[in-house]
């Protein structure tokens, strides 16, 4: 006999047929996702099966469902990436065996089964045991964001500054912390007034808003006095196009998002070639690829001290329950400032 379970289940398989992303927003997420009952997933050889408490909703999920995610999509198989719960069975392999009736945080691969559902599949090594002090909220969210923090952090040279886009974001807010302690100097640039007070006490050093009538201006002083040569980028539109322009020589463009759909057209391609200039991305499952074991369990092991000894924290804007997150999903994440995460019942 098949045991189920509820999911938000994916409504379209492959890739989608145009090839721009669309931002953070989802419109008609019915016409993606749908609430069904689908038969609980058996964890194979190395996996793990856990028992759903929280799934966190980040940007790369709202270009997977809508197929702008470089990964085919399943129809019928429950969506989300990360997400945090208890490990209540393994497959073989001795990893997994390790980690029956551990809470963990966790990161789910193509191989495995989503984690906006009562239970989710992944690889045991993508399973983080949760320290004790780290909240579901914070563990909902403990791989993509923090993780991708640590490891972009590392393009830059310590007492340097670099420029960063979309800085409100949960992740802007968690490189602004880390990039204080390893004296890096955070150039902050956002699309609103509120972030311009809150993200200096996180840790940032300049913090601009691009709707104010002086930035251009103050971003020519602060690149004057900064010099920072690397450009970390989510918004990927035109106004980052000419914060690239703006900066000087060896300024690499590092481009880990797509959150703006206007073109991002390279305004002087002669920079590329006189002033060394350079456009590339960045994604961390290729930084996890070429990261050594050791250090990836360096990393994540700091990831969980910082949110567990406040450091870092995750703020939440809303909480969906999984029955009616679907009809809420629009006015959730049109919400600026915060997660909007899936919180599973009796999880
Ligand atoms: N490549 C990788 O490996 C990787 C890994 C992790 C995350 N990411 C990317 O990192 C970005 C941030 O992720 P997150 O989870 O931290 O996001 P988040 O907390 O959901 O916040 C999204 C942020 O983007 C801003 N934003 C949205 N559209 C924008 C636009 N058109 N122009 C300027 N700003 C815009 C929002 O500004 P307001 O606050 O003003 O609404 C908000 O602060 C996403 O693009 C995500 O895909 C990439």
């Known amino acids: ?62 270009a997977f469902v809508q197929g702008f995610y470089g990964q085919k999509r399943v129809r019928g198989r429950p969506a989300g990436f990360e997400g945090v719960g ?10 997994g065996r390790l980690l029956k009736g551990r809470d963990v945080g966790f990161y789910v691969t193509p191989d495995g089964s989503g984690t906006w559902a009562e239970y989710a599949v992944t690889r045991a090594a993508l399973a983080l045991p949760l320290k004790n002090g780290v909240s579901d909220r914070d563990a909902a969210g403990l791989v993509v964001n923090p993780v991708t923090a640590a490891a972009m952090l590392e393009m830059v040279n310590s007492g340097d500054a670099f420029v960063f886009s979309a800085a409100a974001s949960q992740l802007g807010k968690l490189v602004a912390g880390m990039a204080r302690d390893q004296g890096k100097k955070m150039i902050a640039l956002v699309r609103r007034e509120e972030p311009v007070e809150t993200l200096k006490p996180l840790g940032a050093k300049h913090v601009l808003n691009e709707t104010d009538p002086a930035y251009a201006d103050q971003l020519r002083a602060v690149l004057a006095e900064e010099k920072p040569v690397i450009f970390l980028d989510a918004v990927a539109g035109s106004a980052s196009a000419r914060v690239h322009h703006a900066m000087g020589k060896n300024a690499r463009w590092v481009i880990y998002g797509k959150l703006d759909t206007s073109l991002a057209e390279i305004i002087d391609p002669s920079e ?29 092991s700091d990831v969980q001290n910082r949110f567990r000894d406040g450091r870092w924290t995750t703020d939440i804007s809303a909480e969906l329950p999984l029955e009616n997150a679907i009809e809420r999903l629009p006015q959730a994440l049109a919400q600026p400032d915060g997660k909007v995460q899936i919180v599973i019942p009796d999880g």
């Open 1 to 62: 006999m098949t045991t189920e379970m509820l999911g938000l289940l994916l409504r379209q398989d492959g890739l989608a047929k145009e090839t721009a992303f669309v931002g953070n927003q989802l419109e008609r997420p019915g016409e993606f996702l749908e609430l069904g009952k689908v038969p609980r997933p058996v964890p194979g050889p190395g996996q793990v099966l856990i028992k759903m408490r929280r799934a966190a909703i980040n940007p790369s999920d709202i």
């Open 86 to 95: 208890t490990v209540v069975e393994a497959g073989s392999g001795l990893m």
């Open 272 to 300: 590329m070639i006189f002033l060394n200039k350079s456009v590339e991305g960045y994604w961390t499952t290729n930084w996890a690829a070429k990261t050594s074991f050791f250090r990836k369990m360096r990393v994540f």
